[in-house]
């Protein structure tokens, strides 16, 4: 063979570079940032003058593995790897299509994409949830823009381009063996749900539900229940919460968002309680439900709601209350607490970007229901008092009796102030209540973990794994962004 088959010109295979990345029409950001680097002047990475060295065969040993994640070797090029490595090993440069430079070309750039494909996908995750969850469902829209709700905030690591400028990097100064052993997903789950998608002999699970919770974990949440303690649980799909203290475990059924107003997903911590709290009633209610009623008292009494002027603080007439006034967002509806409050007898706060809660509820025929997705995206529980009771640090007796008290007694003559702690004048409060025993606000000292979390295979107590349907229809999103990989 003519000693200029073996030739070696960095020209020649950067413009067969040039066409790879020109005909190359996939475009995760992986790929996207594959063709940035050669684009911009990036340097080649696998391969020199001598050719390809053990890097490329180690690379290639991890991404024979993608199979049993669930995604074709196809997509990370491990065929066209092989190929190449066997022509450059075996000196096989005799076809117009297969020329030295021509298969260089194609080895530094598919030992690229498969990387960053691999090594970012098992680090941080083949999707970005906040992105994708964020951009489903659609609060307003016009000619010129659209809004969406945000359905996501869970705080957690996200590839930037610095994370794959370090990713690049690894692949000249570290053993990539290494590196690719540490991007490897840490959550124990992956690793049983890894095995259950590889096992032939599993019945009754959904093969699409397993991969979709495999993503999951390969979330590098910042914060998560494994963290703590003491923290509660929510899960979605089971309709279910877990609070956990220690080998303290309550748990109880909970009622959520439906389909059309969902409960987001977030991480923060529950600070305090408010017994017979009042219930701001949120706009999108008073748009659809209390306008038509504007100014018919018999109705605002019924249903205890007053309104009060925002700029004031102050209530006002609900017979002069107009339509008009309760669609300028200078006025708010407001339902007394008490008995009969949607908000039920208690409320869990803690500090969130979408005004929702932990909260009871005064319509709890629910709960016998299989799908309980039935709020405007807060979550009502079970048990209340309950939980009351575990948020507390200290049991003691007098604040626990002062709590189920308050959450018994008729406070309807209360009226409209807000009641807390400090109490009302004495001669405020009616002859049937107990002045020293109600109770309206309580702390939660230490604050408690709260994680509102969508997993539809989890593991029980016992270890054993349970599936639930998914509700929201997250798995689906998510085994769609994982197509490109498949």
């Known amino acids: 063979m003519d000693s200029v088959a073996f030739a070696l010109n960095s020209h020649a295979i950067r413009r067969f570079m040039d066409r790879l990345m020109a005909d190359d029409k996939d475009r995760t950001t992986a790929d996207d940032r594959t063709k940035g680097y050669y684009r911009s002047g990036g340097d080649f990475l696998w391969i020199d003058r001598k050719g390809v060295d053990g890097r490329a065969d180690t690379l290639l040993t991890f991404l024979k593995g993608v199979d049993r994640m669930g995604f074709s070797p196809n997509k990370f090029c491990v065929q066209e790897i092989e190929a190449d490595l066997k022509h450059i090993r075996t000196l096989d440069f005799d076809t ?32 970005n949830p906040r992105s994708v969850f964020n951009r489903l469902d659609v609060r307003d829209s016009d000619s010129v823009r659209v809004s969406y709700v945000e359905l996501f905030d869970l705080d957690m690591e996200l590839p930037d381009k610095a994370a794959y400028a370090a990713a690049l990097r690894k692949v000249r100064i570290d053993s990539i063996g290494g590196f690719l052993r540490s991007v490897q997903p840490r959550h124990p789950m992956y690793v049983r749900l890894s095995r259950l998608l590889n096992d032939p002999d599993s019945i009754g699970m959904d ?57 987001p997903l977030l991480t923060s911590r529950i600070k305090r309680m408010d017994v017979n709290p009042q219930w701001v009633v949120p706009r999108s209610i008073i748009q659809k439900s209390i306008v038509a009623h504007a100014g018919n008292v018999q109705y605002f009494d019924q249903h205890r709601y007053f309104v009060r002027d925002r700029r004031t603080g102050k209530a006002v007439d609900v017979g002069e209350v107009t339509p008009s006034m309760l669609l300028s967002g200078d006025y708010s509806v407001v339902q007394e607490g008490g008995e009969g409050n949607s908000l039920g007898r208690i409320i869990f706060r ?17 709960f016998a229901n299989d799908n309980r997705g039935v709020s405007h995206g807060c979550v009502r529980v079970e048990k209340p008092y309950e939980l009351a009771v575990f948020m507390l640090q200290k049991k003691d007796q007098k604040t626990m009796d002062r709590i189920r008290y308050s959450m018994t007694a008729d406070v309807s003559g209360l009226g409209h102030g807000a009641f807390r702690d400090a109490g009302k004048p004495e001669e405020a409060v009616p002859d049937t209540l107990n002045r020293r025993m109600l109770i309206g606000r309580v702390a939660v000292t230490p604050q408690v973990p709260v994680f509102i979390t969508y997993h539809t295979i989890v593991s029980d107590r016992q270890g054993r794994l349970q599936q639930y349907r998914d509700v929201y229809g997250y798995d689906r999103v998510i085994n769609q962004c994982l197509i490109p990989y498949q």
């Open 96 to 127: 117009a299509a297969n020329r030295i430079n021509q298969v260089m070309a194609r080895l530094e750039y598919h030992l690229t994409k498969a990387y960053l494909r691999y090594a970012i996908g098992q680090r941080y995750g083949f999707l």
């Open 207 to 263: 093969r699409l539900k397993i991969m979709a919770n495999m993503e999951r974990c390969r979330w590098r949440l910042k914060d998560h229940p494994e963290q703590h303690s003491k923290c509660v649980v929510v899960n979605i799909p089971s309709f279910h919460l877990d609070a956990y203290d220690g080998d303290e475990h309550l748990t109880m059924r909970i009622g959520c968002g439906t389909l059309e107003t969902k409960t």
């Open 350 to 366: 803690f500090d969130n970007d979408f005004s929702i809660y932990l909260h009871d509820t005064s319509s709890r025929a629910f």
